[in-house]
């Protein structure tokens, strides 16, 4: 209001309805509240009775002069009003010098027209603060506004807007929250509500689109090896290894893993515990020089990206090459052994000294030898790591037949008419051939068949064992026995049966003698019975 006009109606407000008995200014509405965009026209009157009556509208808002009157004892005039916010209207009038004014408060409503959530940027990393803020446009007044965050039917908080300038219609309040796990995946929204039931209206509410809310963690992510954790990982021209890369990420399920080699994509399969993820994929390393590839392992989850690198190292190591003067040496001879490996690697042959690469170890062959490893042993140091590469070799060692008492021996006692087995081995590289010849009879038998044993078979052997190298021979002596029980038992029968007669007989000559001693004094009692007799008769004529 222009300061001429002020002080124009500063002595009018004073003076207001000062003088008796003239009549006031009068103004043809209530206390009015209205809705934003709705006009007014305003009657200010007066029965001034008298000409000349000035008469008028003072108020901050817009106005426009629509018609008047200026009849004596009848003024009027109407405005036009348009008001943009809640403000006061005055008619004044001056009737004969005496002025008269009349006030009204106009009270300006607007429903909040559009409420609009803003949400925080995307991700947000759990612990961290962030804020929503809910923007209400075309409202008013604000001191009536109430703006409230929900999540489902849940009240997150609501704030108030006194204290603001009355002509604003734009409010937003501003909610701050510190992200935490749950809340990833809430559906949050808010409510402007204006209450304006002082008035006697019901209150306005209206509602903004609801908007997802996206936390996310990411706690860590390393290279996952079992074994030792070093700086550089080493892998053979020609071999593949696998290698994983752990990471602890929240929400696991929506972490998107990438790993790369030399910057070749890998394929890759993820598994899952818990926020723990791993991904694991081969490397596999083309033949081809020494050479280091970079090893990528990249986590995203909301908004964040990290990446472990691994430096990898192919190298080539064929085993070392183990050569032998002599592939079968003959017993007793020398034999070199040699072991090479590549340049930078050391060799070793086992069970000898360290010895200058390239030198050879002289052995001399022994029987013992034969069938004997020799292994070589190469080591390459690379940074850190001592790789190891074998290569063996078996001996052979040619020699003659040999023939011990274990081996052959040198006496057998079989039974007659069992089946028995003649053994007699002998040693030897390549194995000798062993051949038996009975001494009397020139027969040859192969020793280790089975034979059935005959009174023949007694004897002399002589076994030989020959091969290429040579010959060695041993005696065998074979002894029969045969059925020497029965022999006793036909001895004892005939010795029972010459003991049996020669009693027979001893007690046959003992009765003759006895029968003849008898038929002696017999006949010699007779005789003498005879002399008697005749003796007798010749004495007696
Ligand atoms: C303004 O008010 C006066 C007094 O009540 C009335 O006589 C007059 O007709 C009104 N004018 C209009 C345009 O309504
Ligand atoms: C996060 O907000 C809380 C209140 O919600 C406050 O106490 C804290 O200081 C804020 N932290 C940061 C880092 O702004
Ligand atoms: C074995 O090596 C020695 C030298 O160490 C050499 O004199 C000899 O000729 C070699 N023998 C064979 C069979 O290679
Ligand atoms: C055969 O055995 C006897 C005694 O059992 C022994 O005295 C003899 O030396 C042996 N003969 C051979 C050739 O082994």
Redesign the pocket.
Known sequence: MPLPQLLLLLPLLLTSGAEEGLPSVQIDLKDPVVKLGTSLNINCSSLCPYANESLGLETSLQKQRLNKQELPGNYWMVFYVTPERSGSVHCWANCNGTQTSSTRNITVYAPPEHVELMPPPAWVPVGKNYTLDCQVLGVMPLENLTVTLFQGTQELGHQDFLGKPPDTQIATATFTFTARREDHGANVSCQAELDLRRLGLNPFYRHSASVQLRTFQFKSLHWFNSTVLNDSWLLEAGTAKSVSCEAEVFPAGEAQFHLSLGGQKLNLTVTGNGDRLKAEATVWAEEGPERELDLNCTVAVGDESRTVHKNLIIYNFPPPELIL??QNPVEKT?V?VSCRAQPGASVKLEGHPEKLPGE?V?LIAREEDDGRILSCEATLSLGSEQLVKHQNVQLHVLYGPRMNASDCPGNWTWLEGTEQVLHCRARGNPPPTVQCVHAGIKDTFLPETPLRVTRAHTGTYRCTASSQLGTVARDVIVKVDFHELNVTLITVLVLMFAAVTAGLGVAGYLYYRQQRIRRYELKKAQEQAALRSSTLQGLRP
């Open positions: 003067s002599e020398p070199n050879p002289q």
